[in-house]
């Protein structure tokens, strides 16, 4: 992967639906050179999908929260994993470091059924307790960024 990769990449996170000659000219290259890229990027799984970003609260899901979980001494990571995960609330998990072992999002519409999502998140088995920031307002989220932006700010060059 390249810096035209990874231009590529920043281009299809701000719009996925953007043609392969819009594609070419941010980045200089052909339609059919970029479409030939891209493909590239899907077969070997860093594209993995396209979809649409939706504002949660238009649909409904107006409360979110960030919830801590501590496993007990005898929960079982995977378990509790797999558990978070049929639960329709936990829109993501993370692994984390720290005296959590994961932090989920989760999306509601009211408070009341933030509690009812928080009790049900509690009876999994092996977890001890949770931690809930409740979200106020979300000033960014899924921000496409710019890797390139990135190397050159850590002061790395981003090809060999």
Not at 70 to 96: F, H, K, M, N, W
Request: aromatic share 4%; with cysteine; charged share 30%.
């Amino acid at each position: 992967m390249d810096s035209v990769d990874r231009r590529i990449i920043a281009a299809l996170r701000a719009n996925g639906r953007a043609t392969y000659a819009d594609l070419g000219r941010q980045v200089g290259l052909s339609a059919s050179a970029v479409h030939e890229r891209v493909g590239k990027l899907e077969s070997s799984g860093v594209i993995t999908g396209y979809h649409a970003v939706v504002d949660p609260r238009t649909v409904g899901l107006g409360v979110t929260a960030l919830v801590g979980i501590q496993p007990s001494d005898a929960g079982d990571d995977e378990r509790i994993a797999e558990a978070l995960g049929t639960l329709a609330e936990v829109e993501s998990c993370y692994a984390v470091a720290g005296d959590e072992a994961f932090v989920v999002k989760v999306r509601v519409a009211t408070m009341d059924d933030l509690e009812r999502a928080l009790g049900r998140l509690r009876r999994i088995e092996g977890v001890a307790r949770t931690r809930t920031t409740v979200v106020l307002s979300t000033r960014f989220e899924g921000r496409p960024n710019d890797p390139d932006e990135q190397w050159a700010a850590a002061g790395r060059r981003t090809d060999p």
